[in-house]
Nanobody
Framework: QVQLVESGGGSVQPGGSLKLSCAIS????????LAWFRQAPTKEREGVAA????????TYADSVNGRFTISRSNADGTLFLQMNSLKPDDTALYFC???????????????????WGQGTQVTVSS
């Protein structure tokens, strides 16, 4: 059973940076899609970035491309999301998610993921 635990959220001013972490356990040796999603109040959950665990292909939402970077530690498998140039629109509850994958790239449809963390809050405000 895959388990995910996010950390690293907080409050930051516009233009600032945060790095989210997701500790992952229970992954098998096969390829997985590992992704970050976010959900703001009254909005639907949206994909932010995704990474294939074996092929290391990355996918980003247009709204964060060039500002956010998804990566994974080779040492312990922790998933990261480095967020730079943060904007008030980035304010949301951020989740990490995982799903077995049989393709080189990962999509960011929430229905494709079956393991989720509890979320960590990111607030961008002056």
């Amino acid at each position: 059973q895959v388990q995910l635990v996010e950390s690293g959220g907080g409050s930051v001013q516009p233009g600032g940076s945060l790095k989210l972490s997701c500790a992952i356990s229970g992954l098998l040796s096969e390829n997985y899609c590992l992704a970050w999603f976010r959900q703001a109040p009254t909005k639907e959950r949206e994909g932010v970035a995704a990474l294939s665990s074996v092929y290391r292909r990355t996918t980003y939402a247009d709204s964060v491309n060039g500002r956010f970077t998804i990566s994974r530690s080779n040492a312990d498998g922790t998933l990261f999301l480095q967020m730079n140039s943060l904007k008030p629109d980035d304010t949301a509850l951020y989740f990490c998610a995982a799903a077995r994958s049989f393709s080189f790239t990962c999509n960011m449809m929430s229905t494709a993921y079956n393991s989720w963390g509890q979320g960590t809050q990111v607030t961008v405000s002056s």
